[in-house]
Every structure is written in structure tokens, then in C-alpha cells.
């Protein structure tokens, strides 16, 4: 159980965050301190019908009371990277302690491109495995995926889209009215307003499911523009997804930070698949030199779409197996179905073409262990 819920997680960060701007500040933070400090004393040293301090001095800032249920937080529109860190400490037993985390962290890009680069580590018992380490990459036509125990995986763009925006979204998180409790506070380069998040403005229902948490202490900091640039909860509870144990209690932290990056920013697969000279990731498997909507993993499966005609692709496919050293060993063809098993020694390879409504051939092959 603990194993499928951990194939679960390797899709749950894949596009976690969606980008949430924040604009540049153009002053220095010890200009910025020295002028807050100026507005300060003005305060203290001017009675109530004295005239405004002066406007040149004066800092914007967001509202006093934030209604999330009216104010959707803001996108952004330009390159940013981000960081979330979601851990969990506890003991099992005293001096037993018990800890697990996930690290996330990259850039999710606009120009020249729409795509994203996300790495992720896993620590302590959300380890599964020895896999400790994931990559995805999104780039304008394709998905890429590195995990450990498969290698490295390509779809076709959007297969990993939306998987798991309700668990960290934190547009959909928080809820009800924020009060703003600091005015001007320099988070990730960026002039911000702090709001305190009392337990009334977490959205329980969008956390994992077997975990729970009790808020003690949470904060978001937003731009003068509206752009969410940190969120921090820090709480108790338990989390099964960190632990794979779901009645221990112990101490939860998520902590969301968002930094615009004013560069362009170029995507490429993970550096850990290799790729061929077309750009994909090479296959073992034999792939027509039309094919499209490639989908591989590593050495165990292969899928792509084709126009070859029934006869050309069945010549295609035997002569190709037969040049790998592979053997037919069995064939169904129908109307538009052709089924093929290849062994080679204790290897057994399967293929299976489906020609669709369009008259294309999708043609899965899968290595069988």
C-alpha cells in the first residue's frame, strides 16, 4: 500500500505551482529601510490636523483585509522560480525520532517559451525505495520525467498537466478574510504587505488524503500588486504522505516561496535521459520515421502514432524486430488490429496497432518482465 501511494506522489508535484507574480523593486533594501525609518518619525512627531507626509515618501501597499473568497489571488505573466519545502518531525517512540520531507524547486517559464523545470528530493521516510530524487521537465512540445526506479519517461506536452493542483495551489488552500498585520516587509526581492492566516482560512479539505493538520502559526505576504510571493504554514499533525504512517503526530511546516526572473530562460530534457540526435529519448524499440505523440519509458515501453498503412507496418515492424535479434512467435491480424510477440531468448517484447476513426495507427510496444 505504502508503495502505490508513493507512484501516487512522484505525479503529485509535477506542475505544482502555477506562477504567481510579483513585481521588481527598484530601490535597494537600505534605501527602502531609510525611508520607512523617515516615515516613522515623521508619524510620531505630527499631531492629527497637521498636514499628510509628503507623497515622495510614502509607500503603496495592499488592502487592510484581503477576502479571499472575492480577491482571486493573482497569476503571473512572466518567468518565475519557485521553492516549496513540506516537511514533518516527530518521534515514534522518545528518542525514536521520525522525519520526512519533499523539497521542490525550479522555474516555470512564459519566454521564450511556456513550459517548466522542476526538481525533486526526498527525505527521511518519504524515501521509498532509495528513490530520493525526481526531475520533470515541460518544454513547448514535450513531458519529460526522471525517476530512479523506471529511468527516464517522454509524452507527448500536457500529459502531466493539472495533476495536483488542489494539494498545493495555494489559491485554493486559503479561504475566508485575511487581516494584514505589517505593512512593507522585503520578501524574494519583492516589496510585500504580510496577512495572518488563522486556521478559518485553510481549505482542509484540499489536503492529502490520511493527513491532517491543526495551523499554530501562518503568514502570507503578497505584493503591492496582489502577487502571492510567500506562504508559510506551521503547524501538528499527521502526514502519511511524508511517513507512510498515518496516526503519528508530530510538527508540519509547508513553506511556499515564488521570485520573478526577469531573463528569458531556455528548457531542456532532464540531464539525466539521453537523447538522440531527433531529441528524443532513444528507444530500443522500433519507431516508423513518422511517428508522433511519442510516449517512451526508458527500455520498457514505447507508444506512437503512425500513417503507414496496414502491409507497410507490419513489414516495417517484423523486419525491424527481426534486424533486433527478436523472433515472431505469434501474430493476430484483423481488420484494424494487428498483435504481434517477439521473444529473444528470455526476452518477450509485444506490440499491439489500433487504427483509429482517423485512419492513424497507434502502435504501443511494451517489453514483459
Keep these: 500500500m505504502r508503495k502505490s501511494r508513493r507512484n501516487l506522489l512522484l505525479f503529485l508535484f509535477v506542475f505544482l505551482f502555477t506562477l504567481l507574480a510579483c513585481s521588481t523593486v ?7 529601510t531609510n525611508k520607512l525609518d523617515a516615515i516613522s518619525n515623521s508619524l510620531e512627531n505630527t499631531s492629527e490636523d497637521q498636514d499628510p507626509i509628503p507623497s515622495e515618501i510614502s509607500q503603496p501597499s495592499g488592502p487592510v483585509s484581503l477576502d479571499l473568497d472575492v480577491d482571486k489571488l493573482l497569476i503571473i505573466e512572466s518567468n518565475f522560480s519557485s521553492d516549496f519545502v513540506y516537511t514533518f518531525s516527530g518521534e515514534e517512540s522518545p528518542g525514536n525520532p521520525i522525519t520526512g520531507g519533499i523539497h521542490l524547486f525550479g522555474k516555470t517559464t512564459v519566454d521564450p517559451e511556456v513550459g517548466s523545470d522542476y526538481e525533486i528530493s526526498l527525505e527521511g521516510l518519504a524515501i521509498v525505495d532509495g528513490a530520493n530524487y525526481l ?6 512540445e514535450n513531458d519529460f520525467a526522471y525517476l530512479p526506479e523506471t529511468g527516464c519517461l517522454s509524452f507527448s506536452r500536457g500529459e502531466f498537466e493539472d495533476q495536483i493542483d488542489f494539494f498545493a495551489d495555494p489559491d485554493e488552500m486559503l479561504q475566508g478574510t485575511l487581516q494584514r498585520v505589517e505593512k512593507n516587509v522585503l520578501i524574494n526581492g519583492i ?3 504580510k496577512y495572518k492566516i488563522n486556521d478559518v482560512n485553510v481549505d482542509f479539505n484540499d489536503m492529502e488524503s490520511g493527513d491532517t493538520f491543526d495551523l499554530e502559526e501562518g503568514s502570507l505576504w503578497l505584493s503591492h500588486e496582489g502577487f502571492i510571493v510567500r506562504l508559510l504554514l506551521e ?17 508540519i511546516v509547508y513553506d511556499f516561496n515564488f521570485t520573478p526572473i526577469s531573463e528569458p530562460i531556455l528548457l531542456s530534457p532532464p540531464k539525466e535521459c539521453n537523447l538522440g540526435e531527433s531529441g528524443e529519448i532513444e528507444s530500443p524499440f522500433p519507431m516508423t520515421d513518422d511517428a508522433s505523440n511519442i510516449n517512451t519509458m526508458s527500455d520498457q515501453f514505447l507508444s506512437y502514432n503512425t500513417s503507414y498503412e496496414m502491409n507497410d507496418l507490419l513489414d516495417f515492424l517484423n523486419s525491424e524486430m527481426t534486424t533486433r535479434g527478436f523472433t515472431l512467435d ?3 491480424i484483423y481488420e ?3 498483435t504481434l510477440r517477439f521473444t529473444k531468448g528470455d526476452e518477450v517484447v509485444s506490440i499491439l496497432a489500433l ?8 502502435v504501443t510496444i511494451v517489453k514483459e518482465n
Design 26 to 32: 527598484s530601490n535597494s533594501e537600505a534605501e527602502l
Design 135 to 140: 526531475h520533470f521537465v515541460s518544454t513547448s
Design 191 to 193: 516589496m510585500t504587505d
Design 235 to 251: 503547524g501538528t499533525g499527521t502526514s502519511e504522505t511524508l511517513t507512510g504512517l498515518p496516526d503519528l503526530v508530530g510538527d
Design 330 to 332: 505469434s501474430e493476430i
Design 336 to 338: 484494424t488490429v494487428i
Design 355 to 362: 487504427k483509429d476513426e482517423t485512419g492513424i495507427y497507434i
